[in-house]
């Protein structure tokens, strides 16, 4: 068992909150931006990507209080949080993508 | 201790498990990377709403490249992530990456085409 000797976890839960924030906001300004252009279209990807910033969000909540109770190493942590928020980044982008090219055929 | 319910199981089912403090660093990394993906997302959405004063196809060519290398970014910082947990596993030295590189590259060449879009 390795005990924590530092605060890196909830550094490391801090970043977790703060890139997940970052995309739900990213998320929200895009629709903002792209809904007159897209309309309908946009909310799809977006709320994909919300949802998975959400859930990431909450997710890292749950492994920072794991870890600081019982100063045990957290649940297990895999790759499917990094792969959420990896996905929502392309979706954002992806919406980008889309709304600038409708408006470039116009 | 290798650990088959945990995904992907490529990166999990070598090597055992490190002390968390190196895994917790390497997702600070990643996060990091994931960041830099989305101010690259920003500048592209910069380009298309601000009125710069060039030509469409400028824009076009701007607005294409920022995204596409933001998007690039997230997608290689997963896997940098994953390839690094998994040298971390197994003792080795951390795999070389070249997508910062890849970013530099693509930034330097957004820069070259604003100047000379602006001119």
């Known amino acids: 068992m390795v005990t924590d000797t530092g605060l890196s976890n909830e550094r490391t839960a801090l970043a977790w909150q703060r890139t997940a924030l970052s995309l739900m906001v990213a998320a929200a300004v895009m629709g903002r931006l792209t809904f ?13 990507a919300t ?22 190493r957290p649940r297990p942590r895999g790759g499917r949080a990094p792969l959420a928020l990896a996905v929502a980044v392309v979706l954002i982008g992806a919406t980008e993508i889309a709304a600038f090219l409708t408006a470039t055929e116009t | 201790m290798s650990d088959r319910s945990r995904w992907p199981g490529w990166v999990y ?13 390497n997702e600070r ?10 101010a690259l997302l920003a500048a592209a959405v910069a380009v298309d709403v601000v009125n710069l004063d060039i ?41 070389s990456f ?11 060449v957004a820069g070259i085409v604003f100047l000379l879009a602006s001119l």
């Open chain 2, 98 to 108: 070249g997508f910062a590189v890849l970013v530099a590259i693509g930034l330097v």
């Open chain 2, 13 to 25: 089912s070598t090597g055992e498990e490190p002390d968390y403090r190196f895994s917790f660093a």
């Open chain 1, 51 to 72: 949802v998975l910033s959400a859930w990431v969000f909450l997710e890292s909540r749950g492994r920072y209080e794991d870890a600081t109770r019982r100063r045990l």
């Open chain 2, 55 to 95: 030509s469409r196809g400028m824009q076009v060519v701007l607005v294409t490249l920022l995204a596409v290398l933001g998007m690039v970014a997230a997608i290689a910082s997963w896997v940098r992530w994953a390839l690094s947990e998994r040298s971390i596993r197994e003792r080795r030295p951390l795999p």
């Open chain 2, 29 to 38: 990394t990643f996060l990091a990377w994931i960041r830099t993906a989305l």
């Open chain 1, 36 to 48: 007159g252009r897209l309309g309908l279209v946009a909310v799809g990807p977006l709320g994909i």
